[in-house]
């Protein structure tokens, strides 16, 4: 969903090759995809997203403290593009006294993607609305759609698209 809304140019989007081979090794961890296909994903986000690649944050990441030292480099890329948030569902490994002296604030994607809405509902819906009827084997309905959401730990921007619920 949020590369679906970062299609509507609402928001930027930045990450670092670095962050693609994390979230391509959680998948293949999981074991329900192959790296071919996740590969696919990961140009296909490169492709579509605008200068989204952050590139020359490496020199940084020696010089920021974080409870996890492994999540130095995300730090080093949101600061070296600028970036206003990172999101992410690991909150605490972003102290927020931390990320303030950069001037860049820590955000749930629950919280990021409520926001979203709630700026700009009929943008957000028809980019949903494009990500639910994509899914056409089979194909969902918008209740089982939100409660896939609700599983995805959002629940209140699940809350906040109930009230939508008819252009979804």
């Known amino acids: 969903m949020l590369m679906r809304l970062a299609l509507t140019d609402l928001f930027k989007v930045h990450w670092t090759d670095q962050i693609h081979e994390e979230w391509i ?11 071919e ?16 690649k952050v590139t020359g944050y490496e020199l940084l990441i020696d010089t920021i403290q974080l409870p996890d030292s492994d999540d130095r480099h ?16 690991n909150l605490k490994d972003f102290p927020k006294e931390v990320l303030k002296s950069y001037s860049i604030d820590v955000l749930h994607p629950d919280d990021f993607v ?3 809405i709630d700026m700009a509902p009929s943008i957000c819906c028809s980019a949903i609305k ?6 056409k084997n089979p194909s969902i309905a918008v209740d089982e759609f939100l409660s896939i959401l609700q ?3 959002l ?13 979804l």
């Open 74 to 89: 995300v730090l080093a890329a949101a600061i070296c593009c600028n970036a206003d948030a990172i999101v992410t569902f």
């Open 114 to 116: 409520y926001y979203q």
């Open 151 to 153: 599983k995805q730990q």
């Open 25 to 35: 090794n959680a998948l293949l961890r999981q074991g329900k995809f192959t790296r």
């Open 37 to 52: 296909k996740l590969e696919r994903v990961r140009d296909l986000m490169d492709a579509h997203a605008r200068d989204a």
């Open 130 to 135: 494009q990500q639910r009827l994509a899914l």
């Open 155 to 167: 629940p209140q921007s699940v809350s906040k698209l109930r009230e939508f619920s008819d252009f």
